[in-house]
Nanobody, 121 residues
Framework: HVQLVESGGGSVQAGGSLRLSCQAS?????MGWFRQRPGAERVGVAHGDNPTTTYADSVKGRFTMSRDFAKNILYLQMDGLQPEDTAMYYC????????????????????WGQGTQVTVS
C-alpha cells in the first residue's frame, strides 16, 4: 500500500524555478511525475529511478527528477519554467519494482497523489 502527497507547486514567472516534492508512505517501487492541462490527457514528465530517469522531450535539460530513499521523497526540480509548463502535476508510483522498465504512462501507475498546481506566467 502506497500513499503520495505532492507539495511545492505555485505561481512563478517565466524563467523561474520550482521544486516539487512527493512525500511517500509505504514502500513504493518505481515512481514518476505526470502533468495534465485542462481538457488534455495526463502525460508523463519524468519516470524511472535514480540514477536512470526518462524525461519527456519537452522538459529535457530543464527538469530533474531525484529520489531520497532515506526520506521516502521524490523530487522534481523545475528550472527555466515556461508558460507551456503550466499544469497540474502529479506524483505516481507502483507498489513494487516489478515491471518498472515498462511503466511509462499514467495507466502503468496505480498510486497517485492529489496533485499540485504549477502556473507559469
Amino acid at each position: 500500500h502506497v500513499q503520495l502527497v505532492e507539495s511545492g507547486g505555485g505561481s512563478v514567472q517565466a524563467g523561474g524555478s520550482l521544486r516539487l516534492s512527493c512525500q511517500a508512505s509505504g514502500k513504493p517501487g518505481c515512481m514518476g511525475w505526470f502533468r495534465q492541462r485542462p481538457g488534455a490527457e495526463r502525460v508523463g514528465v519524468a519516470h524511472g529511478d535514480n540514477p536512470t530517469t526518462t524525461y519527456a522531450d519537452s522538459v529535457k535539460g530543464r527538469f530533474t527528477m531525484s529520489r531520497d530513499f532515506a526520506k521516502n521523497i521524490l523530487y522534481l526540480q523545475m528550472d527555466g519554467l515556461q508558460p507551456e509548463d503550466t499544469a497540474m502535476y502529479y506524483c505516481a508510483a507502483r507498489a513494487s519494482w516489478a515491471l518498472c522498465p515498462r511503466s511509462v504512462q499514467s495507466t502503468d501507475f496505480p498510486f497517485w497523489g492529489q496533485g499540485t498546481q504549477v502556473t507559469v506566467s
